[in-house]
Nanobody, 123 residues
Framework: QLQLVESGGGLVQAGGSLRLSCAAS????????MGWFRQAPGKERQFVGA????????YYVNSVKGRFALSRDNAKNTVYLQMNNLKPEDTAAYFC????????????????WGLGTQVTVSS
């Protein structure tokens, strides 16, 4: 099993940056691809990006390409989401999730989830 804890959220002005972290506890973290999703009030959970088990492959939703970057440190059991040039429409609760071996854009393919961290971008 994995337990995931997100951190790093907060309030930032448009154009600013935040770095989210997702710390995992439990064995075999490096066997899991990691994804980030977000959910704004009244909206469905949306895929943001994902990173492969070794960190050599990433995939992003079009709306964040060029602004967000994923990385991971398997020695620290942590995955990072660097968010630059934030926009008000990025405001949401951000969740990290773990999928065994392969990443997916579908939330249903992820076995473990964190509780989320709130990101608020003011205009």
């Amino acid at each position: 099993q994995l337990q995931l804890v997100e951190s790093g959220g907060g309030l930032v002005q448009a154009g600013g940056s935040l770095r989210l972290s997702c710390a995992a506890s439990g064995r075999s973290f490096r066997s899991y691809a990691m994804g980030w999703f977000r959910q704004a009030p009244g909206k469905e959970r949306q895929f943001v990006g994902a990173i492969s088990t070794e960190g050599d492959d990433t995939y992003y939703v079009n709306s964040v390409k060029g602004r967000f970057a994923l990385s991971r440190d398997n020695a620290k059991n942590t995955v990072y989401l660097q968010m630059n040039n934030l926009k008000p429409e990025d405001t949401a609760a951000y969740f990290c999730a773990a999928s065994y071996q392969y990443y997916s854009t579908l939330a249903s393919n992820y076995e473990y989830w964190g509780l989320g961290t709130q990101v608020t971008v003011s205009s």
